[in-house]
């Protein structure tokens, strides 16, 4: 394995390697190479991961809690700072965010209904109003963190929620000075039906995104790449609904697809509890579920077919 060196590419993918490396896939103009990148280190801008998204399938906020703990600015500069005196750091922060990226000091602004509040979503099935979603102390943290001496870039590695977004310049100070050439979202489906059982924003924020995204790289002449997760047998997905969006996204938007997945029941989670019940439980509805491996691997096989 080779040391990195510099040479332009896209970094397809980024795992910890040993302590202060990152093992890296770089999509170069002579192909795929694998490459050790020292001195690439990760801050946490959250004490904890907590997440007030309360999406259907994860645990999270189950187990964690939805109330986020955010580290002040000096306690993350002074950890940069450290970071920099490292004999091996090369300038390079991996990661400056946390899942989700975006959530730096934001919660409720009346914290005492925050205790009464029993949605279990502060983002579906709309933005709750007394949330604070401003991103201005991230984006003040973010220029903090690019104006230490001897960081070179500082990334963000983890997820962004397109459905925080408050109309600042967020999107587009990620991508020119945040991005390693790809940059994560998960809309996780396409159809209405499916998305208001994952409890995520329709589909359309998604499209609004990959549009803004695509003109702010093409403006700054940037190769970046946008890279969506997408969920198959979730309850309440069809092979009608996968059909559907392998023709919005395969086909109209021209993605091709790596970060997929087939539902995985896990505990505390209201898509576990339609997985073995087959219903809705605020509802009583019945909710299709595939369960059997061949009905799975159908709904699967259409992430991957072939672009109309």
């Known amino acids: 394995m080779k040391e990195l060196t510099k040479k332009k590419g896209i970094i397809l993918t980024s795992k910890d390697y040993k302590e202060n490396a990152r093992l890296l896939t770089i999509l170069t103009e002579d192909g795929l190479e694998n490459a050790i990148l020292r001195g690439a280190n990760k801050i946490n801008s959250k004490n904890k991961k907590f997440c007030f998204g309360g999406c259907s399938f994860c645990t999270i906020s ?3 809690g939805k109330f986020i703990t955010s580290r002040s600015e000096k306690s993350i500069l002074r950890e940069v700072e450290r970071v920099t005196r490292m004999p091996d750091f090369r300038g390079y922060l991996s990661d400056i965010g946390a899942p989700s990226a975006n959530m ?8 005492e209904l925050c205790s009464k509040c029993r949605r279990p979503s502060c983002l579906h099935p709309k933005m709750c109003p007394n949330l604070d979603n401003d991103h201005r102390p991230l984006l003040d943290l973010y220029a903090k963190v690019r104006a230490v001496k001897g960081v ?3 990334f963000i590695g983890s997820g962004i929620r397109y459905d925080l977004f408050d109309g600042s310049d967020y999107l587009d100070t990620v991508i020119r000075h945040h991005t390693s050439g790809r940059l994560k979202v998960a809309p996780e489906h396409t159809e209405d039906t499916v998305l208001k059982l994952m409890r995520k924003p329709p589909f359309a924020m998604f499209e609004r995104l990959n549009a803004d995204f695509n003109r702010i790289c093409r403006r700054e002449g940037l190769p970046y790449q946008l890279i969506p997760y997408f969920i198959s ?15 919005k996204v395969l086909g109209k938007l021209h993605f091709d697809l790596e970060q997929v997945q087939d539902l995985t029941p896990t505990p505390m989670t209201f898509s576990s509890v339609m997985f073995y019940t087959g219903e809705n439980p605020y509802t009583g509805e019945k909710v299709y579920v595939a369960r059997s491996q061949e009905e799975k691997r159908r709904q699967k ?3 991957f077919r072939r672009k109309r």
């Open 233 to 247: 047998s979730h309850p309440g997905c069809t092979e009608r609904d996968m059909r559907s969006l392998a023709d």
């Open 104 to 111: 730096y000091r934001m919660g409720g602004r009346d914290r």
């Open 152 to 154: 070179k870039k500082a």
């Open 301 to 303: 096989s259409y992430f």
């Open 62 to 64: 189950a187990h964690q």
